[in-house]
């Protein structure tokens, strides 16, 4: 895998293809959106989901990890899809087994009790302000603060010769707002249009792409 590295209020951040966001200086992996138990509740109303989606979100946690290897966790909301079901039991033990401290900032999709992830001793929190950044699950602009979030599911449309096109999952960067990309599988997208004053790092390929 392939990551971008940039910087930004003098802290370094790197990009991975997973659609994390380490935080160097602070050892603090950002995942927005990965929705789990999305996957199973759609197959319990029949949808045609194959059954190994719900592996998916887990390999790519282990992966993520694996390369970044960082002391926090924070996930920037809707971090569950919908109420308790069988991939609850699955997160559970993945946490279980990760050395790592885990923040939530709650999303709207986060409608699991907060006591079970205490139980698990995740905190979960409305926001995080740290060091002038600002972590949220949807976009904010705050004076004086650099804003990570999540919720939009970035993704931007790349047009080639013939009519042919291609929409990839992105990190969103404005002058003072990065928006990541959905962490989970099964999730869907939203194609934004750049400006002249954003930035965009398109996922593909299991590399992370300055267009």
Not at 6 to 11: G, K
Not at 69 to 77: A, D, K, Q, W
Not at 122 to 138: C, K, P, R, S, W
Request: charge should be neutral; hydrophobic fraction near 40%.
């Amino acid at each position: 895998m392939k990551s971008q590295t940039i910087r930004i209020r003098d802290q370094n951040f790197e990009l991975h293809p997973t659609g994390t966001l380490l935080w160097k200086e602070k050892s603090m992996a950002l995942i927005s959106d990965v929705h789990l138990g999305k996957v199973s509740h759609f197959r319990k109303f029949g949808a045609a989901v194959p059954h190994k989606a719900i592996a998916k979100n887990f390999v790519l946690l282990d992966e993520a990890m694996a390369d970044l290897r960082p002391n926090t966790i924070c996930f920037l909301g809707d971090l569950f899809h919908s109420s308790l079901n069988r991939e609850w039991a699955l997160f559970e033990t993945w946490v279980k087994k990760t050395t790592c401290t885990i923040v939530l900032v709650e999303g709207n999709h986060d409608i699991v009790p907060y006591s079970k992830y205490e139980d698990l001793g995740i905190q979960v929190v409305a926001e995080m302000q740290l060091d002038g950044f600002l972590l949220t699950h949807h976009p904010e602009e705050r004076q004086g603060l650099f804003n990570f979030s999540g919720h939009v599911h970035p993704a931007v449309r790349l047009n080639g010769l013939g009519k042919q096109s291609l929409r990839l999952p992105c990190f969103f960067k404005s002058p003072d707002q990065l928006i990541l990309p959905a962490f989970g599988e099964f999730t869907g997208s939203h194609v934004l249009r750049p400006q002249k004053t954003n930035v965009v790092f398109a996922i593909a390929d299991g590399a992370v792409v300055k267009i």
